[in-house]
């Protein structure tokens, strides 16, 4: 079998998790597989490369740095030197040159007190470039040969949207080229979450973007299945720290784990099913604690249950944005001005709702686009097409997902009289016309609670249909 096999961070903590990921890998080389492995940073380094880089044009000081550095430098030789002793000479000197790399960007953006997108990309990707080369020793360590790569050089080339990148078209062929060959005499270790534009600058591909590298570099390979390993037994009915009875979910189709994903539930990327799903490539999503579990199969085909409803996602980081005027009744073109001012700057719109009247557009964003979307509108408000905008950040999303949903009656009934029975306020409603969820928009202290509800109403903590 050709595996693409993805390891998050939780997955490569440690030494001790790196053994564990490794006796994985050991097994199916054993057995003659060909795996090519996507991995990300160690669990929390891109969050702490996220909060430094954020903070450097503005702070005082450069006083973060160094501890920061230091604080790297002995996690990774830590990881290093318990991973892969053998290769401590070899591989303590690259990671050495990556953190003076790292040193140095990180006091020139400070000295130009400016950030871009590009050079917050660059230093975002070093979570990665300081882990992939141990990951690569503690494979070699096995006696298996290993080649490391970033995501450039493996062929992943993306749009130029810093932070957000997507992959072109011509992917595939090129991964094919770059990775093809090499997997026939060892286990290339591909960086996750990065890319390059054409032009060679660094990208990454939104946050958990090792996900979609995954199924990149799986669909480019022609892999036969990519296992998606972490530290949960599959995708679960809800996040299992808001639903504590939440359940593992054996098989869901590519459609519902898009749908999931998209509003919320971080188990995988929104973009990461695409490429696998252009390909007809199952993804099972496992746990490298407990690799014995089956996990979750993710492919085309949608299994109906007899709950209808199998998952329920909510995501807090959002907000609402509602535009009223009168002027909006009747008059073409007001919805065009409004989705084209805000896809000029890029602002992603999770939920559009409008109402009967015509007088009231509402509309759900990251809560991280919030500001540039209201800098965005304000130029309509001046011209008079819409009266007003009114922003507001206390407000979370819940998504009801299942492909089941599709023609049966009364699902929406069910949800919303459970909610109202509950005391549970709904403020916006949304269907996808695939009719595979339902997305609606509560008070943000209601969120769990909604939650909560909706998995006992469908009754999701019980065994699924075989
Ligand atoms: P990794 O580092 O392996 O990429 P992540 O932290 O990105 O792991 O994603 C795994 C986590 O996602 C789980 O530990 C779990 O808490 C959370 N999660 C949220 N929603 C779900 C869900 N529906 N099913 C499974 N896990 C979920
Ligand atoms: N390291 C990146 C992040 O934390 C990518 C990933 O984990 O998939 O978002
Ligand atoms: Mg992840």
Redesign the pocket.
């Given at each position: 079998m050709r595996l693409l096999m993805k390891?998050?961070?939780?997955?490569v903590a440690d030494a001790p998790c790196i053994g564990r990921v490794v006796d994985i890998l050991e097994q199916h080389y054993n057995k003659g597989d060909e795996i090519a492995v996507v991995v990300?940073a160690q669990?929390g380094v891109t969050d702490q490369l996220i909060e430094i880089a954020n903070g450097l044009p503005t702070s005082k000081d450069v006083s973060a740095i160094e501890p920061l550095i230091k604080t790297l430098r002995t996690r990774h030789m830590t990881t290093l030197t318990e991973a892969a002793p053998g290769f401590v000479n070899e591989i303590g000197p690259i990671i050495e040159e990556r953190l003076q790399d790292l040193n140095n960007i990180l006091h020139a953006v400070h000295n130009l007190r400016e950030l871009t997108p590009r050079s917050k990309d660059y230093i975002i990707s070093y979570g990665e470039r300081l882990l992939a080369p141990i990951l690569g020793a503690a494979i070699e360590q096995r006696g298996i040969p290993s080649v490391v790569m970033d995501g450039c050089e493996a062929g992943i080339v993306t749009t130029s949207q810093h932070g957000e990148s997507t992959a072109l078209p011509d992917c595939d062929e090129r991964v094919r080229r770059r990775i093809g060959g090499v997997l026939k005499t060892s286990v290339p270790v591909i960086m996750g979450f990065m890319g390059c534009t054409a032009e060679g600058s660094v990208t990454t591909l939104g946050r958990?973007g090792?996900?979609y590298s995954a199924s990149i570099i799986g669909a480019g390979i022609d892999a036969n299945e990519i296992w998606?390993?972490?530290?949960?037994d599959?995708?679960?009915?809800?996040?299992?720290?808001v639903i504590n009875d939440?359940r593992v979910m054996p098989e869901l189709s590519y459609l519902e784990v898009m749908e999931?994903s998209y509003f919320?539930?971080?188990?995988m990327h929104p973009r990461s099913i695409e490429p696998a799903m252009r390909k007809n490539i199952l993804v099972r999503v496992k746990n490298t604690f407990n690799p014995s579990h089956p996990g979750t199969s993710i492919v085309r085909h949608q299994k109906r249950d007899h709950r209808v409803v199998k998952?329920l996602?909510y995501i807090e980081k959002v907000a609402a944005i509602n535009i009223n005027g009168a002027q909006m009744i009747g008059r073409p073109g007001v919805a065009k001005s409004i989705f084209s001012a805000l896809a000029d700057r890029e602002v992603n719109v999770m939920m559009i709702s409008q109402g009967s009247s015509e007088a009231n557009i509402s509309l759900i964003v990251d809560e991280a686009h919030l500001d540039i979307a209201a800098q965005a509108l304000a130029p309509l408000l001046s011209q008079g097409i819409v009266r007003e905008v009114i922003q507001n950040r206390n407000v979370a999303a819940v998504a009801v997902v299942g492909s089941g949903m599709v023609g049966a009656p009364g699902t929406g009934g069910k949800i919303f009289t459970a909610l109202g029975k509950a005391g549970v306020n709904v403020m916006m409603i949304s269907q996808g016309s695939c009719e595979a969820n339902i997305s609606f928009v509560v008070r943000q202290e209601d969120g769990p609670r909604a939650v909560r509800v909706l998995h006992d109403e469908f009754h999701l903590s019980e065994a699924p249909d075989e």
């Open positions: 390891f998050g961070g939780t997955s990300s669990r958990s090792s996900d998606i390993w972490t530290d949960v599959g995708i679960m009915t809800s996040d299992p720290r939440a999931l919320g539930a971080k188990v998952a996602t």
